[in-house]
């Protein structure tokens, strides 16, 4: 595999890729030379300064040493990469998606896939006139927690879900990455309905009951109880939560790649679901 963009979400997903026995890091790309010689001790002091968990620690052993670039197209040429990961600011995602698929690589982009839907269209495009598969860091997509509600949901867990008429949503959805506050005791996700509310995260979920009302004649039976799940935490070396960072998304999809025609070293892995898959229609 070959890394492009490898500062702070770059280097999250190069130590879960790394841990995969089936993945080979053959070749790095950034144009900060600091980061792309993994090299601490050569980062501005400004950043260490005033962003120092951001900055990665860049402590890697790799088992033989990769091929260094400053330019991702150059990466691209180099025949001993079968597949990249692309962890470049969000506006690079697109044209380097693209260009990666039609030099023949498979990819795993992430999050956000695309800025513009002209742009993602683009991509789908591209991705279905070639035969690479292409997976978007969709973490919460691919995670324990709302796979599971996922199913629960349906057959109802908490009643038949509900909304309020003007608007017509089922869900309200709340992450604000600027700002200390929530919208919800917990979770980032809150579904309501007949027989209680759910406040789910990536990390569990938490179901309020429903009470009963004053002109509600429902038996003890009836009601639900109070209900918490939770997923055991999995912190990487720079403190960050795996689950925060597409774990499920960068095992899974590793696992879950299809033998093809081309030599690849994940070939064996044991088949999953390719839940991030770009081929279907968005």
């Given at each position: 595999m070959g890394f492009i963009g490898i500062g702070s979400r770059g280097s999250q997903l190069l130590e879960l890729f790394m841990q995969n026995k089936d993945v080979e890091i053959v070749a790095l790309c950034d144009i900060y030379e600091p980061y792309l010689q993994r090299d601490r001790s050569k980062v501005d002091a400004r950043y260490l300064a005033d962003r120092a968990s951001s900055v990665p620690m860049m402590d890697e052993k790799f088992a033989t040493k990769p091929t260094l670039y400053n330019d991702y197209r150059k990466l691209?040429?180099?025949?001993?990469?079968?597949?990249?990961?692309?962890?470049?600011?969000?506006?690079?995602?697109?044209?380097?998606?693209?260009?990666?698929?039609?030099?023949?690589?498979?990819?795993?982009?992430?999050?956000?896939?695309?800025?513009?839907?002209?742009?993602?269209?683009?991509?789908?495009?591209?991705?279905?006139?070639?035969?690479?598969?292409?997976?978007?860091?969709?973490?919460?997509?691919?995670?324990?927690?709302?796979?599971?509600?996922?199913?629960?949901?349906?057959?109802?867990?908490?009643?038949?879900?509900?909304?309020?008429?003007?608007?017509?949503k089922i869900i309200s959805f709340s992450i604000f990455e600027a700002s200390g506050g929530e919208l919800f005791p917990y979770g980032e996700i809150e579904l309501r309905g007949t027989k209680g509310n759910l406040y789910a995260s990536q990390d569990g979920y938490k179901i309020v009951p429903s009470k009963k009302g004053q002109f509600q004649n429902w038996k003890e039976k009836e009601l639900i109880k109070a209900e918490e799940f939770s997923i055991p935490s999995q912190d990487l070396k720079d403190g960050s939560n795996s689950f925060a960072t597409a774990n499920r998304s960068a095992t899974s999809w590793i696992a879950s790649k299809p033998a093809k025609s081309h030599s690849a070293p994940w070939k064996t892995g044991i088949a999953q679901p390719a839940l991030h898959t770009l081929q279907i229609s968005p």
């Open positions: 691209l040429e180099d025949k001993n990469v079968d597949a990249v990961c692309i962890a470049t600011p969000d506006h690079w995602h697109a044209i380097q998606m693209i260009d990666a698929v039609k030099a023949g690589k498979d990819v795993y982009v992430e999050k956000p896939l695309t800025q513009t839907i002209k742009e993602g269209r683009t991509m789908v495009n591209v991705c279905k006139a070639s035969n690479r598969v292409v997976a978007v860091g969709l973490n919460r997509r691919g995670n324990d927690v709302y796979r599971k509600l996922a199913k629960e949901i349906p057959a109802g867990k908490i009643g038949q879900v509900t909304y309020e008429f003007a608007s017509k």
